[in-house]
C-alpha cells in the first residue's frame, strides 16, 4: 500500500456524477484542491461519444443487440435508453456482481460522468409537502430542512445547468429559474386543456427539464450550446444541450486549476482516524492493477450514487466503527427505498389526423401530484407524478389486400397513423427498515471487495397506490375523449426505476440518522453524503434536481467550516 506525499489534498470526492460532478465545482470554486475518484473509465466531452451521429441503419442490428449479448445481460438490457447506441455509457452484468435476497435490477453507468450521461432530465422541485408528509402522516422521520433552506440551492443549481419549464403556479411543484419550455404538441396541449376542464385541481403542464432551450451567457461560457431536440440525449451530446457533469461540472471546475480526477480507482474504504475522531482518507484499489493506493484529505464526500454509498460506508470499519462507519446505531444500509414506475395507460384519441408534430421534443408534460397534498384522503400514503405524452404511431392500418410494392405503397407508409396519448407514473414508497442492504460475508468482487446484498420489496401502501393510479388514468383518458384506453402495471422489480434512495438518511437525531442538516455524518464530521443515500424520504418527483441542490448547499458549508479550522 503506498501513501505518497502526493496524494494529500483538501478534499475527496467519491463519484463524477450528478451530485459528484456539483461537489467538485462547488469545492474548486472555494479554492480546495480536490481530487475526484471514479471507479470507470475517463470520458471527456465530445471526444468519447462515439454513437451521438450515427444513424439507426449504421449500427449492425439497427440499434438492439445480439442475441449472445441479451443472454449473457438480462439485467441491464432492461434499462430503460439502453441499446447499442447506448451501451458504452453502461456496464454488463458480470463487471460489479451484487446478490438479490429478492428481485431488484441495480442499473450502473461506471466511468467519469456515471449516470449524469444517461439520466432522464427530468428536473422537478419538491415542495414542502414532501419534506413534511413523512412525519406528519406517521410513515417516516422529520426532515432537518425545509424547502425554504434548500429552494435558493434549487435556484442556484437551475441557473447553472439550465432547466427549461414554465412558471405554472402550482403548490404541489413550485416554479423554479426556468428557460423556456418545450411546448406542447397539439394533441397535449388538448390533454392539458381537457384535464383542466374536468379537474380544476390538477394540472398538465410543459416538462421541467435539463435541457437548454434558450442557452444563456452562463452555458456558453461552459461551451454548451442550443438543445437540437435530436432527443439522442443518452448518446452523449456533442451540442452539450443536456446537462451531464461531463460537459459541464467537471469543466467548470477543472478550469480553477484545482481539480484532479482519477479513473480506474475502486474505492475499497474510507479510513478513519481514531485519534482525531475524524476520516483521514480513502483507500484505493486500482481498478486495473489492483494496486491499493491510499490517498488523505480533510473533507470527504461520498457520492458514488445511492447504493455503492452505502456499500463503502458499510466496508468502512475500524475500532471506534466496527459495523460501518458512523453506523452505532444500526441503521447504515436501513430504509432503502425507491419510486414505484410499475403503472401505465394509453389510449387512442381522434380528431387530430391533420395535424403532426415538429422536431423530437426531448422533454415530457407532467401531470403534477394530486394525491395526500393538504390531508391524507386517500387508503395510503404519499402521492405519484404523472409524465404524459402524445404521439402519432406509423400508418399499420392498410387494407391487407392492398399490394405491398410500388410508389403507391411507399406513399401509403409515409402517412402518419393514429394519434395516443399516453401516462405512466412515478410513484412515492415509504422508507421501510426491512428494505436493506448490506455486505455479504461470502462473496467478494474481482477487487475483494464484499458483495451488496440487496433484500428490498414493494408492500401494501405500493400496491394500492399502483391501483389507484391505474383507475384514475383510466378514467382521466376516457374523460377526455380517448377510446380503446389500456392499462398495465409491469409488477417489474424494485431498481429499474433507477432513484434507489436512503440508507445513509439525514434527520436531526444520531439515534434514528445517521446525517445532520448539513449531510453532514452526526459521528464523523469531515465526511458529507449528498447523492441518493441521504435521502429521508423519496417524495414523487425526480430527485436528480435535489441530489444536486443538496450537494452545492453541503459543499459550500463544508468549505466554510474548512477554513474556520473546524473540519
Known amino acids: 500500500m503506498t501513501e505518497p506525499e502526493a496524494n494529500s489534498f483538501d478534499a475527496i470526492v467519491i463519484g463524477s456524477g450528478i451530485s459528484g460532478g456539483w461537489a467538485a465545482k462547488e469545492l474548486c470554486e472555494k479554492g480546495l484542491k480536490t481530487l475526484v475518484l471514479e471507479r470507470g473509465r475517463n470520458i471527456e466531452h465530445l471526444k468519447d461519444y462515439p454513437t451521438a451521429h450515427l444513424h439507426p441503419w449504421e449500427f449492425k442490428y439497427r440499434g438492439s443487440m445480439s442475441k449472445e449479448f441479451y443472454d ?77 433552506d434548500v429552494a435558493p440551492w434549487y435556484s442556484h443549481v437551475e441557473k447553472f445547468i439550465g432547466v427549461c419549464g414554465n412558471k405554472d403556479g402550482i403548490e404541489a411543484m413550485p416554479d423554479g429559474d426556468f428557460l423556456p419550455p418545450f411546448e406542447f404538441n397539439c394533441v397535449e396541449q388538448y390533454l392539458s386543456d381537457k384535464i383542466k376542464e374536468h379537474y380544476p385541481d390538477r394540472h398538465v403542464v410543459q416538462g421541467r427539464w435539463a435541457q437548454l432551450s434558450e442557452p444563456q451567457e452562463i452555458h456558453l461560457e461552459q461551451g454548451r450550446g442550443k438543445c437540437q431536440a435530436r432527443n439522442l440525449c443518452m448518446r452523449g451530446c456533442p451540442f452539450g444541450g443536456y446537462f451531464s ?50 490517498y488523505t484529505a480533510r473533507i470527504i464526500f461520498v457520492n458514488a450514487s445511492a447504493l455503492n454509498t452505502n456499500l463503502i460506508l458499510l466496508n468502512s470499519k475500524s475500532s471506534r466503527f466496527p459495523n460501518g462507519l458512523g453506523n452505532d446505531n444500526g441503521l447504515l444500509g436501513k430504509y432503502i427505498c425507491f419510486h414505484i414506475y410499475r403503472g401505465f395507460a394509453v389510449g387512442k384519441i381522434d380528431g387530430f389526423e391533420d395535424k403532426y408534430i415538429y422536431g423530437r421534443k426531448p422533454s415530457e408534460p407532467i401531470l403534477a401530484n394530486y394525491r395526500n397534498l393538504k390531508e391524507q384522503e386517500m387508503d395510503y400514503v404519499g402521492g405519484f407524478t404523472t409524465f404524459c405524452g402524445a404521439y402519432r404511431v406509423r400508418n399499420n392500418e392498410l387494407p391487407k389486400s392492398e399490394i405491398q410494392i410500388g410508389a403507391d405503397f411507399k406513399h401509403a407508409i409515409s402517412e402518419a397513423g393514429q394519434w395516443y396519448i399516453q401516462m405512466y407514473m412515478q410513484g412515492e414508497t415509504i422508507p421501510k427498515k426491512t428494505n436493506t442492504v448490506y455486505l455479504s460475508t461470502e462473496k467478494k468482487d474481482q477487487w475483494g471487495v464484499p458483495l451488496l446484498v440487496t433484500d428490498v420489496d414493494y408492500d401494501e401502501n405500493d400496491e394500492r397506490m399502483v391501483a389507484d393510479f391505474l383507475k384514475q388514468s383510466t378514467e382521466m383518458l376516457k374523460k377526455i375523449g380517448c377510446t380503446d384506453v389500456h392499462v398495465q402495471d409491469s409488477k417489474q422489480p424494485p431498481g429499474l426505476d433507477i432513484h434507489e434512495m436512503g440508507g445513509v438518511r439525514m434527520g436531526r437525531d444520531p439515534k434514528d440518522s445517521l446525517l445532520n442538516e448539513w449531510n453532514q455524518m452526526h459521528l464523523c464530521k469531515n465526511v458529507f453524503v449528498t447523492d441518493g443515500a441521504c435521502m429521508t424520504s423519496t417524495g414523487n418527483q425526480s430527485p436528480s434536481i435535489l441530489y444536486m441542490a443538496l450537494t452545492a448547499r453541503a459543499a459550500n458549508y463544508a468549505a466554510e467550516e474548512y477554513k474556520k479550522g473546524n473540519i
Open 72 to 148: 449473457k445481460n438480462p439485467l441491464i438490457t432492461k434499462a430503460a435508453g439502453f441499446d447499442d447506441s447506448t451501451d458504452h455509457f453502461f456496464i454488463e452484468d458480470d463487471d460489479h456482481p451484487y446478490v438479490q435476497e429478492k428481485p431488484f435490477d441495480w442499473i450502473r453507468g461506471y466511468q467519469v460522468g456515471g449516470r449524469s450521461l444517461t439520466w432522464g432530465r427530468a428536473c422537478q422541485r419538491w415542495s414542502d409537502y414532501e419534506f413534511k408528509a413523512p412525519n406528519k402522516y406517521g410513515y417516516g422521520i422529520e426532515w432537518p430542512i425545509s424547502y425554504g
Open 245 to 294: 457533469s461531463v460537459s459541464s461540472t467537471l469543466p467548470w471546475a477543472d478550469k480553477t486549476g484545482n481539480l484532479t480526477i482519477r479513473p480506474f480507482s475502486v474505492v475499497h474504504s474510507i479510513l478513519y482516524d481514531e485519534e482525531t475522531g475524524k476520516a483521514s482518507g480513502v483507500k484505493v484499489i486500482d481498478t486495473n492493477t489492483h494496486e491499493e493506493i491510499v
